[in-house]
C-alpha cells in the first residue's frame, strides 16, 4: 500500500497547535484595506479555529 499523501495546499495554510487545534488565516486580508476599518481590518488579522464541520475533512487532507 502507497504511503498517504499530505495534501500541499493545506499544509501551507493550517497550523496545528500543541493540543492538536486547528488554525487558520481568515480570508479578506490581503488587499483593498483602505476602505475595511481599522477594527475590521484586526479582526480579520487574527488566527481562527477551523469549522467543526470541515475539521475531519482537513485532518484527512493533513494526514492526522
Do not use: N, W
Request: glycine residues 10%.
Amino acid at each position: 500500500m502507497p504511503k498517504m499523501k499530505t495534501d500541499s495546499g493545506a499544509k501551507k495554510r493550517i497550523k496545528v497547535t500543541g493540543t492538536g487545534r486547528l488554525r487558520r488565516r481568515k480570508a479578506f486580508r490581503g488587499h483593498i484595506m483602505e476602505k475595511k476599518s481599522s477594527v475590521r481590518a484586526r479582526r480579520l488579522g487574527r488566527e481562527t479555529d477551523i469549522s467543526p464541520g470541515i475539521e475531519k475533512r482537513v485532518k484527512k487532507m493533513l494526514g492526522l
